[in-house]
């Protein structure tokens, strides 16, 4: 017998209550730990309601698959009302990271097959390589000017530019130079101001940001200025790309990018493909390079893992002679590193979808037009869901059971994540690169932990050394 709604279990009477103890404790950072800690409480499905905001959350693999079929033709998630309030407030279109229904289809299947098709793969594959061997000459550089023949630092700066630099390259069809020493201070500025959009979108996130700007609040002025940042040096990029297409005469053969051809292409405005390539612009930098912080971190924890993967890349070299999309094809343990690290530190801490029927999840009734929540942090460390959580096992993903809506990291389905392909492309190129050239060793033992900031970050710098092999 199906039991109801209203018995499922969790508390969701009190949404004003709710969200004063979620401040006590915290929330605004340790989002994830609470929602691991309500499955604890509440067992595998509970109700919620913080401030006006009410959801239901479920972490089981099978009610994932469930959720995802009840998604209809217009997967549709939780507003991140921050975001849409700043364009709303400065008159800016939506791209495709906030569009919804019919209009969000059409963008979306436009900007699959320029962004996310396998096809696309041999044009992103040299222009990210590129990116990866300057970064491996930059390291060498700095190992050489320490003159103690390695390099230990916090490498998250240096991440977010190997990630700005893969994402642009790939966008505009040429590079920003930012592996180089003296890099455009608007570049820099670029970066931190996506750090600071962030970082000021968690606390307005159970708050109206129309309140808080009535009143005049610092966060959301922070917020207006980190998008304007934002938008600012996007729209640059964007004119100068403009204006060299308008002024070519023949067009070259050669691969011009993503934004390049969205333009010829002419199926979308030019409106729209501006702030589709401005939301891909900064959805790509924060998200790859701590992702692969988190892998060198595990990989510095884990030395014969380490040396494990070096062999299988150097195989995979001498396999493929060189070319870089076949030896892609040859690296399932590397590939298996990166899932492993989005189950332990995953950049979402949930996937959310309002569903477009009614389901049935733990023998529970949900009515259509639910926001239903995945805990994504949660489950990556069920032990239910995975044979000793705790462990960095990237050979765990070689089995094929182990896949059944495990594996979540970039979201599923038709909104799933648009910048999954350059994003994994671009961190598995990084790897090879780094396990060519470089043994990655950390200091002593510090316990590094996820801290919510709309994203999950490190909750503190993490120390790496970098040797030459
Ligand atoms: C959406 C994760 C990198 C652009 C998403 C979603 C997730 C995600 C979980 C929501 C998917 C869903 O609701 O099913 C990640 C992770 C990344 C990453 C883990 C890297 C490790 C990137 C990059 C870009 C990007 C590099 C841009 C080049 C986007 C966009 C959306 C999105 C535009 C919205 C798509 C839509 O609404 O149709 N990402 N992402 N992401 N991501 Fe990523
Ligand atoms: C944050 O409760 C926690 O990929 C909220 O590249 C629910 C929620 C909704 C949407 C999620 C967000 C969380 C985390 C960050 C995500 C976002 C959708 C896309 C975005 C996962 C889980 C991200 C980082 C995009 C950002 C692109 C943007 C900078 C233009």
Not at 40 to 52: A, D, L, S
Not at 66 to 77: D, H, N, Q, V, W
Not at 121 to 134: A, M, R
Not at 389 to 402: H, M
Request: aromatic share 10%; glycine share 6%.
């Amino acid at each position: 017998i199906v039991r109801p709604f209203s018995e499922i279990p969790g508390l969701w009477k009190n949404g004003v209550v709710n969200l004063y103890n979620f401040w006590k404790l915290n929330g605004f950072r340790n989002l994830h730990r609470i929602m691991l800690q309500n499955f604890n409480t509440f067992g595998p499905i509970y109700r919620e309601k913080i401030g006006y905001y009410e959801s239901v959350n479920i972490i089981k693999p099978e009610d994932a698959a469930i959720l995802f079929k009840a998604e209809g033709r217009y997967p549709k998630r939780l507003k991140v009302e921050p975001w849409t309030s700043y364009r709303d407030y400065r008159n800016r279109k939506y791209g495709v990271l906030l569009k919804n229904g019919e209009d969000w289809r059409n963008n979306r299947v436009i900007l699959n097959k320029e962004v996310i098709s396998l096809k696309m793969l041999e044009n992103f594959v040299p222009l990210l390589d590129d990116v990866g061997q300057d970064f491996v000459a930059r390291v060498h550089k700095k190992i050489q000017r320490s003159g103690q023949n390695k390099w230990t630092t916090d490498l998250s700066q240096e991440l977010f530019k190997y990630a700005l630099e893969s994402v642009s390259s790939v966008l505009y069809g040429e590079r920003l130079g930012l592996m180089l020493d003296y890099i455009d201070p608007e570049a820099q500025r670029f970066i931190d101001c996506i750090t600071l959009m962030f970082k000021t979108t968690s606390p307005m996130l159970y708050i109206p940001p129309a309140l808080l700007r009535l009143v005049g609040a610092k966060v959301w002025r922070d917020h207006v200025h980190a998008w304007d940042g934002i938008f600012n040096h996007a729209d640059r990029c964007i004119q100068n790309i403009y204006r060299q297409l308008r002024q070519e005469t023949e067009t070259s053969k050669e691969y011009p990018g993503v934004l390049a051809s969205l333009l010829l292409l002419d199926k979308l405005s030019i409106e729209d493909i501006k702030a589709s390539v401005t939301e891909l612009m900064a959805g790509g930098v924060d998200t790859t390079s701590i992702t692969l912080l988190w892998t060198l971190y595990e990989l510095a924890r884990h030395p014969n893992l380490q040396e494990e993967l070096r062999a299988e890349v150097a195989a995979a070299r001498t396999a493929s002679q060189g070319d870089m999309l076949d030896m892609l094809k040859r690296i399932p343990l590397v590939k298996g590193a990166l899932k492993e690290t989005l189950r332990l530190h995953p950049v979402a801490v949930s996937l959310q979808r309002y569903i477009a029927e009614d389901i049935i999840i733990q023998n529970y009734h949900i009515p259509a037009g639910t926001l239903v929540q995945l805990g994504l942090y949660a489950m990556g460390r069920d032990p239910k869901v995975f044979f000793r959580p705790e462990q960095y096992l990237p050979s765990r993903w070689l089995r094929t059971k182990t896949q059944y809506f495990r594996s979540l990291g970039f979201g599923f389905g038709p909104r799933q994540c648009l910048g999954r392909r350059i994003a994994e492309t671009e961190m598995q190129i990084f790897l090879i690169h780094m396990l060519e050239h470089f043994r990655i060793e950390k200091q002593r033992n510090v316990e590094v932990q996820s801290t919510f900031e709309l994203i999950l970050l490190p909750d503190k710098p993490i120390i790496l050394t970098l040797k030459p092999l």
